[in-house]
Structures are given as C-alpha cells and as structure tokens.
C-alpha cells in the first residue's frame, strides 16, 4: 500500500479510505486485468470463433500482467469481470447443446493452454536472438537449428500460439462435437478458416 501510495502521490492512510487491505487492492487489480480479457463487442455465433477471440484476448492479458496468474493459484478473491469471462466462455460454447460438465471442461482445456503458453512468454520474457541462447559451436554440431538463426522469435511465439489454439480447437470438436453428433445431437457447420 505504501509503494502504491508513492506512485499515486498520495499517502498511504489516504489509500486505506477507498481500500481495506492488500487482499482488497488485490482483488481489484485481479478484477481490472480479467476486464482486459472480455470480449468487447457481440461473440460470433460460431464457437470456435466465439472461444478463439476470448482466448486471444485471454492470452494478451495474462502475458502483460503475469503477477495475475500468481495471484489466482494463490486463491485470491475473484471480481465481477470474472463472471462475466465465465458468462462469455458458456455463451461461446452454448451452440453445441454440451451438458454442463462438458461446457467447462471445454473452457478449462482451452484456459489450460491459454494459460500454459502465457506463462511460457511471462518467465521468458521478449525472446532473445537464437545467437544469445546458445553457446558457440552449438550450430554446428546441431546443423537443424540453423533455420532458426536469425529468425523472428517474438514472432514465431506468436504463430506457436494460434497453431496451439487451432489444434486444441480441432481436438476438442473431435472430442465433443463428433460425440454429440454420433449421439444424435445435430452439429452445426463450423466455420473455421481453411489453411
């Protein structure tokens, strides 16, 4: 609270008016940054679509504020912003007619590899050059990393991520929406890109 109060200018006594406890400033920083990850503007009916915008948006800001998945594990209370991304997650999913323990374990797996990746950039931090990773010699002992010398990593985190999402995505129509249909629940065409 002191080290806020310096930032703001203010004294800390004038923080604890607005704000009860660490847990409180907590909590609402934890509230503004799931904020961060709401989907703006009406979800696309398709859900693929639907989940890979929330998951996108997911993904952006837990790699800017990594202090936040920290926060979660550590059982921090969860805000307004958090219903809401949990509404907007079952409202993604909610064309595929899925029972209820189907719908949020489509949300956990994508939130798993949402989450995974963030942190994969949050603990590496701006990928540095390959020539910095590695120690001299290693490109010739090791001739198929050449391909990467000089290569755009910040870059190639990005493309690793929205090929991660299109297989997770894949895998979960072919778990959940395939079954459904084998079940005798009608699927709806996807809509997905085609490479």
Known sequence: MRRLAAELGTRPTSL???????????ALMMDEVVGMMLVDRPLPDDWR?????????SHAAYAA?????????????????ALQHA????R??????????????????VDDFVIGNAMRIATRGSPPKLDRLLAPGD?????????????????????R?????????????????????RAGVPR????????
């Open 16 to 26: 604890y008016a607005h704000i009860a406890s660490k847990a409180d400033l907590l």
């Open 49 to 57: 679509e639907a989940l890979s915008q929330i998951a996108r948006r």
């Open 65 to 81: 504020h990594p202090w936040v998945l920290q926060a979660f594990a550590s059982g921090a209370r969860l805000g307004p912003n």
């Open 87 to 90: 509404k907007q997650h079952a």
């Open 92 to 109: 993604a999913v909610s064309a595929l007619r899925l029972e209820a323990g189907d719908v949020w374990a489509v949300v956990a797996i």
């Open 139 to 159: 490109l010739a002992i090791s001739p198929e990393l050449a391909d990467w010398q000089g290569k755009d990593l910040t870059r190639a985190a990005h493309e």
């Open 161 to 181: 991520f929205e090929i991660g999402l299109e297989a997770f995505l894949d895998a979960l129509e072919l778990r959940f929406v395939s079954r459904g249909a």
């Open 188 to 195: 709806r065409p996807s809509t997905r890109r085609q490479p």
